[in-house]
């Protein structure tokens, strides 16, 4: 046979895809396979966070009393909504302040804030009477599905309403509409004659559930307990989906014996 019409065959040794590339210019690559699962892992994990961080949202809506008879408490709760929002900023998690004062007249001092471009506040003057119809319609209205998935509404006071334009059969109607869409709704009520239910009898008159009320003493850890608990609230929400029962147990046992339960001890940020 003419060594001309002769086809080069490959030699046994030499696979097709080998030739392939070397026929192309090819150059085999080798790939590091720990690296890419590594790689493909971690663009998961980063996913799952992004969702888990959406999916614990959360605003907390704080409607608080500064009518006469609030005077002096406003010291004892502007530095613990500072260390609040401070502890709240250092987290991963997105949280929204709401903060809305009210006497007779009310006063939104900001809404939905996101914690970390937040400021400290200072007290504020307390003289007036307590317009709190007016106080919750104005402070839940401007909250949407859309601000967070956790909703706190809080409402600390010590008096019950006086001259709200506002009547009470709206109000409930606004917080039932609200519970039922899965928002929380709480009342924490300072009652000067000491009555144990009487923050669960006030609560119910509003639609708010009676298991969402206790009665506060704002004397010695009063206040910085209810900080505490808020924070508590919020992680059970983000941990387990749900406000424990017993939420309120260091507030009601602070009101029961003032002087003898402390908040627990807390490193607070600079």
Known sequence: MNKDNMVNKPNSGTSKLALLRQNRGMKKQEVDIGKAIDGFA?????????EEIARNSAIVNLIIDCSGSMDGTAWKIAPEINEFAARQAAKIYTTKMSLTLFDHEVDQQFS????????????????GGTNIYDA???AITPIRKADANHKLHLIITDGQN??????????RQLITTRINDGEHIFLL???EYQRNDSAKIYAESLGIRPNNAANFD?????IKIIFQTIEDLLDGLRTKGAVPEDWAKAITAHAANPLGVKA??????E
């Open 42 to 50: 971690a663009s998961i994990d980063d996913k799952a966070m992004m």
């Open 112 to 127: 939905k804030l996101n914690v970390k471009q937040f400021t400290p506040i200072f007290p504020w003057l307390c003289d």
């Open 136 to 138: 919750i319609f104005s």
């Open 162 to 171: 006086g001259g709200s334009r506002y009547s009470e059969e709206e109000v």
């Open 189 to 191: 009520y300072n009652d």
């Open 218 to 222: 704002r004397n010695g850890d009063g």
């Open 264 to 269: 627990r001890e807390t490193k607070y940020l």
